[in-house]
């Protein structure tokens, strides 16, 4: 069930009041895809994970609070040509050094664009989810628990956005690893498949047939 209220707020930025949806609770009822967008009923919150605000078009998931330097980013004129809360919250999170958060905010503006049907804004914000995790491991930044797990999700993430060769090296390489988890194989040798077929669509966990009894799984938090 997910339960869901109101908060006005002093923006942090601009010091105008507004009022915000807050979220209470929620939970999932079913398995999260493969770029792990959780699944229902928690799915249908994700547009209220960021909010902006009226009045100054602060992004960010309280705009309440600021860190240190982000009035100034709000105020640039690169920040105000940022299309939608998300993207402008990826844009703050960039320009702070955060650049592993910045990809999943990305990625997230990505789940909304698909549901919208706006293919070219999906494909466009997961090229930026790639492009800021290439650059926060380039600063020692992790986005997943483990190598393994961000092979996988990359993986999908370059084939949902039709980056077929660049989504094949990233799965062959993923499959060379030690130690992979039953899960993340058995993810990744379907992702093959789809690559082969060209399929750009979604995913689920649920697809993945069942290990023999006695096989240890794990999932993708």
Not at 52 to 66: F, N, Q, T, V
Not at 111 to 140: V, Y
Request: glycine share 8%; with cysteine; charged share 25%.
């Amino acid at each position: 069930m997910t339960t869901i209220g109101e908060k006005t707020t002093c923006c942090a930025v601009c010091g105008e009041m507004s009022t915000r949806v807050i979220l209470g609770s929620s939970n999932t009822i079913e398995p999260p895809d493969f770029d792990t967008r959780p699944g229902e009923m928690l799915r249908s919150t994700i547009g209220h994970w960021v909010v902006e605000c009226p009045h100054c078009g602060y992004a960010a998931p309280d705009i309440g609070e600021r860190p240190e330097g982000v009035a100034e980013i709000v105020r640039s004129e690169e920040y105000l040509q940022k299309q939608g809360p998300f993207l402008r919250h990826a844009f703050i999170l960039e320009q702070l050094g955060h650049f592993a958060e910045a990809g999943w905010t990305a990625l997230h503006a990505a789940w909304l664009a698909d549901d919208s049907g706006d293919e070219a804004s999906a494909r466009s914000a997961r090229a930026l989810a790639i492009d800021l995790w290439k650059r926060g491991k380039a600063a020692r930044q992790n986005f997943m628990n483990n190598p393994h797990e961000e092979f996988a999700l990359v993986t999908d993430v370059c084939r949902r956005m039709g980056a077929f060769d660049e989504a094949l090296q990233t799965c062959r390489a993923g499959l060379q690893g030690d130690g992979i988890p039953p899960l993340i194989e058995d993810l990744l040798r379907l992702e093959l498949t789809f690559i082969q077929n060209r399929d750009t669509s979604c995913h689920s966990l649920q697809e993945i047939p069942e290990r023999p009894a006695g096989a240890q799984r794990v999932t993708l938090q």
